[in-house]
């Protein structure tokens, strides 16, 4: 494995009886990736990072971490991760300090080493100021971070992170988004989530995920590529008759918006426009708008979640 290529998921599969909740899943994870894993409640996201992080066993398929094989070699893989699921485990009665320390224990950090991740994470994480108070009196914006600051105590290359975001209000979603995304720069981040918006705001890739199977898999700006023009809004201050709207070569459907308004359903094509033009000034239907809709990511990601896989 080279050094910017972290994890290699070959062929992950988990079934509870006759249902597969991890279906042959394969990808990669590499340095400087975030990787997002997308889809409805109940695609198998958090099942995913359970196995990932250990603490499930798959059924088939190979986990090679940091060139340690996770079933093979689980300490050494460990090692090399962070791990939030999707409730930090906090105990309420410690302070943030003593939980932190207790964790940088536990990742198997000495006494020394252990004062030292914790000044750097507290920095990091932006809990100066709230080491003294309980984790149980704090807000759900800051236990996310103790969360974040238990899993990257150790300073490992690899964090998962089960729905970072849920819960959290304006302010605290924009500080939790932007710490991911700094972690991030020097780190592979896979989290699961199944809202699109996070997926935007804070990930380089993406993988989105239907009944346990990968539909989708790729960096963000490809899906993002996607968003092809499928319809065209024109105005016409003569139009002609709805039908022979219709009749167009590749218009697939007519909308009518009132006060000589049109929406032009048509199959994808870059020239579509300029016919559409061509043919106003021929039979003089007076256009006076024509504006070109791109497809929302929000209906690629319905398409893909709800209908068939696509072709990588």
């Known amino acids: 494995m080279t050094d910017d290529l972290l994890m290699r998921v070959d062929g992950l599969t988990l079934c509870y009886g006759d249902i597969r909740a991890v279906n042959k899943i394969s990808f990669t994870l590499a340095k400087g990736q975030i990787l997002g894993f997308l889809g409805p409640n109940g695609a198998g996201k958090s099942t995913t990072l ?26 050494q893989a460990k090692r090399a991760m962070g791990y939030l699921p999707e409730q930090p485990p906090l105990y309420r009665e410690l302070t943030v300090d003593e939980q932190l320390l ?5 990742h198997g950090l000495n006494g020394a080493a252990s ?10 994480c932006g809990l100066v100021e709230v ?4 984790t149980g009196n704090l807000s759900k914006g800051y236990r996310q971070r103790v969360g974040i600051a238990q899993a990257i105590l150790h300073d490992p290359p690899i964090i998962l992170l089960d729905e970072p975001t849920v819960g959290l209000d304006p302010i605290q979603l924009r500080d939790v988004r932007r710490l991911i995304r700094e972690l991030g720069e020097s780190r592979g981040i896979i989290l699961s989530t199944h809202l699109l918006t996070e997926v935007q705001a804070m990930c380089s890739h ?10 989708y898999a790729g960096a963000l700006a490809d899906l993002e590529g996607r968003q092809g023009s499928t319809s065209l809004r024109i105005g016409l201050g003569a139009p002609p008759p709805l039908a022979s709207l219709a009749e167009i070569p590749e218009v697939e459907r007519v909308e009518a918006l009132g006060t000589g308004r049109f929406r032009l359903y048509h199959r994808s094509g870059e020239t579509f426009h300029r016919a559409i033009v061509e043919r106003s000034v ?9 504006v070109p809709e791109r497809d929302s990511l929000e209906r690629i990601f319905v398409e893909l979640t709800l209908g068939e896989e696509i072709a990588q």
Do not use: F, N
């Open 282 to 290: 021929r039979e003089a239907w007076d256009l006076w708008e024509l």
């Open 131 to 134: 080491g003294k108070r309980l």
């Open 102 to 106: 207790y964790s940088a224990r536990l």
């Open 50 to 75: 359970r196995l990932l992080s250990g603490v499930l066993a798959p059924d088939a398929g190979r986990i090679v971490i940091a060139d340690s094989d996770l079933l093979d070699q689980p300490i």
């Open 115 to 124: 004062r030292v991740a914790l000044t750097r994470v507290k920095e990091r």
């Open 206 to 215: 993406v993988q989105i995920m239907r009944a346990g199977k990968l539909v």
